[in-house]
């Protein structure tokens, strides 16, 4: 045999491999299983998460109504999961994150010359309130997709008006605490003996 049947052979050789391999690449596109979206047996007493969250969210009373008992003590405390990303001092330095100092009534993207994600930016003429602030605390990649602040969000409604109530305090001109909504079940369903105490509240 001369080197040429070689390397007829060995050519043969490879080109029946590569054959092999692309038969077997698109059997696999053409036979890979399809996976049900929703799997088909119910485990008693498991209940899938995307099917609890908005019975938990109905459940969560508005942040107005929260801010009302909210504690900026709390607040600081719980602000040591940002403190790693961000200074809430007046013209404190900014860290991962920006400066934080007067944030609530602040636009969006508030200090200049900070590398926001256009995300962040193209929000930049509307301002924080509390409303979006607990929705952002809550959970940032859903409340503002595409920004790149890498943190999990605060499930705790409670512990986001804390936080919020010391962010408020960390400012110029703090905002005056929301008016608790009218139709707030728990003071649709106080007491008719309890007149002294709503007096003494207006
Ligand atoms: C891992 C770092 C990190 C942590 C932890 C973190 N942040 Fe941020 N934060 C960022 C970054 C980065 C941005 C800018 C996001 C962008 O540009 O998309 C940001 C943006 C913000 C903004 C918007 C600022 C503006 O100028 O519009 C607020 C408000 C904020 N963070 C609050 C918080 C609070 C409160 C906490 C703690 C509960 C927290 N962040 C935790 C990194 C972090």
Request: charged fraction near 20%.
């Amino acid at each position: 045999m001369d080197s040429y049947e070689w390397t007829r052979i060995s050519g043969a050789v490879l080109t029946a491999l590569i054959a092999v391999l692309g038969l077997s690449i698109l059997t696999g596109y053409i036979y890979t299983p399809a996976v049900p979206a929703k799997r088909g047996f119910v485990v008693e007493g498991v209940v899938a998460e995307a099917e609890e969250a908005p019975a938990a969210e109905a459940g969560e009373p508005p942040i107005e109504l929260l801010l009302a008992s909210a504690d900026p003590a709390r607040g600081e405390a719980a602000f040591k999961k940002c403190a790693a990303c961000h200074s809430i001092d007046k013209g404190g330095a900014n860290g991962i994150g920006p400066n934080l100092y007067g944030i609530v009534g602040a636009k969006h993207a508030h200090i200049a010359g900070f590398g926001y994600s256009p995300a962040l930016q193209a929000l930049a003429d509307k301002r924080w309130d509390w409303a979006s602030l607990s929705e952002w605390l809550k959970n940032p990649r859903a409340a503002i997709p595409g920004n790149k602040m890498a943190f999990a969000g605060i499930s705790k409604a409670q512990e986001r008006a804390d936080l919020l109530a010391y962010l408020n305090s960390k400012s110029d001109s703090p905002l005056p605490l929301p008016a608790p909504p009218a139709a707030a079940p728990e003071a649709a369903a106080a007491p008719a003996e309890e007149p002294a105490t709503e007096q003494a509240a207006t």
